[in-house]
């Protein structure tokens, strides 16, 4: 306490400086960019839909939405970092744990939903392409259509870019080249300019049936854009309960004191705890299965964030009580390098599964016959912190209430904005990654040294092994 009492001065000369940053002209991602759109965004949102319903921008998100849960029964998501994973983090947190496998009946209306464009794997592209060719063979019927959303803010990212060129081809194929229903099913989110706006409006798309990334937003600061507002929408969830969440979360990081105010707190915390006591390795520990995604989401935006000139903590999403059983004697008795953030969900949506009584008891869990699941995970959250404690190794919680959009928003809002500050009270930069630009330069420079193969021959991968 007595630590972050003595930040408190600077904590609130940093809260002002990223307040005052929202009224300044955002610079793109090249020398020191500057993207604070996503702080006010949330609000910006609410506020044009309030004024213009569908005529508005999350008007329209909610327009091409409804077009495409009434035209698909499955949805192929393209897209790579910020525009991947904050829409993959809402899929997991909110929908059904097995969406994809309900029957439409119980899906009410919803499509199932896939991820691709998120890596460089020919296997798991081939295998998407094959359950699409094997379950989908009449587009007259509705229940066999599927579509696309392809999702890349510059449009020039090549893993995105590849498995679109092979998903449009397929849905060519699959519809008709020239069939205009392709427009409706095929739907691109991209930024303002870019070789995926020139695409799209080369095979016909007019600037409205495109769906716009600000230019002020950066990549992992994004999912309150298109970016994750129209998969959200094509889930079924509910987007203005998201951006509520996320703008109440704003209001709270500008108009509270440091010490209720949970952006500061959780920066602080953290900053302290890897700047000064070297606790580089930040441990998000999600106490539920459907959290994962949210901890992935996390790692990229420290990830690309902070690791900067040598410095920035290195983020690991861990599942509790599942790693426990994995990585919990490392967390416990390992490098002392740890800080361990959970994120926990105080009451579950369902009701308990309870332990119940057996008629045979050689388990011994008789004796919990009336504990239920939030029972024991409460008992094996209690049990860690407090092993952690006895050992010295600082751990916070994160409690969400519950789980739902409007947590679920404020939780990412705050994680956003708590990565900004964190950033400032570092020296550092929080927004662009020029360290991610290496890798594509030199990826393109092999890809170039490949000699093409005579026209239509496919080269055999697995000769010589
Ligand atoms: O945070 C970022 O800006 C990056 O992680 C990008 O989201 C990622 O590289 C994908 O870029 P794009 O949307 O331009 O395809």
């Known amino acids: 306490p007595d630590r972050l009492d003595a930040l408190k001065p600077l904590l609130n000369q940093v809260r002002g400086r990223v307040a005052a940053e929202r009224e300044l002209n955002s610079v793109p991602a090249k ?10 965004l949330p609000q910006q949102l609410l506020d044009g839909f309030r004024r213009k319903q569908d005529a508005s921008d999350l008007g329209k998100v909610l327009r091409v939405a409804n077009r495409l849960k009434e035209n698909v029964d499955r949805v192929v998501v393209l897209g790579i970092g910020g525009s991947y994973l904050g829409a993959k983090a809402l899929f997991d947190a909110l929908c059904h744990a097995h969406h994809n496998e309900m029957p439409a009946k119980l899906r009410m209306g919803k499509p199932r939903v896939y991820f691709e464009g998120n890596a460089l794997d020919n296997d798991a592209l081939q295998e998407l392409l094959e359950l699409l060719e094997n379950t989908c063979v009449d587009p007259d019927i509705a229940e066999e259509r599927w579509g696309v959303v392809v999702v890349s803010k510059s449009g020039g990212t090549i893993e995105t870019a590849a498995a679109f060129r092979a998903l449009r081809a397929e849905a060519q194929k699959y519809y008709g080249p020239k069939d205009p229903i392709l427009k409706q ?3 691109p989110v991209t930024g303002p300019k870019g070789k995926l706006r020139d695409l799209c409006k080369a095979d016909g798309y007019a600037d409205d049936d495109i769906l716009t ?4 937003v950066g990549g992992r600061f994004s999912v309150f854009t298109p970016v994750g507002l129209l998969p959200a929408a094509v889930m079924g969830l509910d987007v203005r309960a998201l951006l509520l969440g996320a703008a109440t979360m704003t209001k709270r990081f500008l108009e509270e004191p440091a010490e ?14 890897a700047e000064e006591n070297k606790k580089t390795t930040r441990v998000m520990a999600c106490w539920s ?3 994962e995604a949210i901890g992935w989401w996390y790692d990229q935006l420290l990830s690309e964030s902070l690791g900067k000139f040598g ?12 790693d426990l059983h994995s990585r919990g004697q490392q967390h416990q008795d390992g490098a002392r390098d740890k800080t361990i953030n959970n994120l ?3 009451t579950p949506k369902h009701p308990p599964v309870q332990v119940g009584m057996a008629d045979r008891n050689e388990d011994d869990l008789n004796q919990f016959s009336r504990k239920g699941y939030p029972d024991l995970l409460d008992a094996a959250l209690k049990g860690t912190n407090e092993a952690y404690a006895d050992a010295a190794r600082p751990s916070a919680d994160i409690v969400l209430p519950a789980l739902s959009e409007h947590t679920v928003g404020q939780l990412m809002q705050m994680l956003m904005l708590a990565t900004v500050v964190e950033g400032r009270l570092m020296g550092i930069n929080p927004y662009g990654q020029p360290g991610v630009e290496a890798y594509k330069a030199n990826m393109t420079r092999h890809l170039k040294a490949v000699p093409n193969l005579p026209k239509g021959e496919v080269r055999d991968q697995t000769k010589g092994v």
């Open 31 to 40: 020398d020191q960019p500057l993207q604070p759109g996503f702080i006010n």
């Open 185 to 187: 099913v095929v739907v």
């Open 213 to 216: 990334i600000p230019d002020d």
């Open 260 to 273: 209720k105010n949970p952006v500061l707190q959780f920066a602080a915390v953290n900053y302290l705890l």
């Open 289 to 291: 299965k459907k959290l």
């Open 311 to 322: 410095r920035g903590p290195t983020p690991l999403t861990a599942v509790y009580s599942r």
């Open 344 to 346: 926990v969900v105080r």
